[in-house]
Nanobody
């Protein structure tokens, strides 16, 4: 079973960049499709981006297209989210999630495995 731990969150000014990481200590990392979600205070958890098992296919929410890049390194059991041109509305707790079934859909209910989250704060 995958065990996910996020890191890389922090405080950044609007227009700045951050790179989040999601690491797995297990041996089956490459068996899972992965995704990033985020949740701001008082809001529903929302899909950010997803990547397939090999890293050859990705899917992004419209709100982050062109600014965020999802990637993975299966040799390092790690997924990344490069976030550029950050906006105050990007401020949230960011979660990584994993699923074994095929697909890169945005529904959180399809991802049974979750990390604890990492806080991203964007100052204006």
């Amino acid at each position: 079973q995958v065990q996910l731990v996020e890191s890389g969150g922090g405080l950044v000014q609007a227009g700045g960049s951050l790179r989040l990481s999601c690491a797995d200590s297990g041996r089956t990392f490459s068996n899972y499709a992965l995704a990033w979600f985020r949740q701001a205070p008082g809001k529903e958890r929302e899909f950010v981006a997803a990547i397939n098992r090999s890293g050859s296919r990705t899917n992004y929410a419209d709100s982050v297209k062109g600014r965020f890049t999802i990637s993975r390194d299966n040799a390092k059991n790690t997924m990344y989210l490069q976030m550029n041109s950050l906006k105050p509305e990007d401020m949230a707790v960011y979660y990584c999630a994993a699923r074994m079934i095929y697909g890169l859909g945005p529904g959180a209910e399809n991802y049974p495995y979750w990390g604890q989250g990492t806080q991203v704060t964007v100052s204006s």
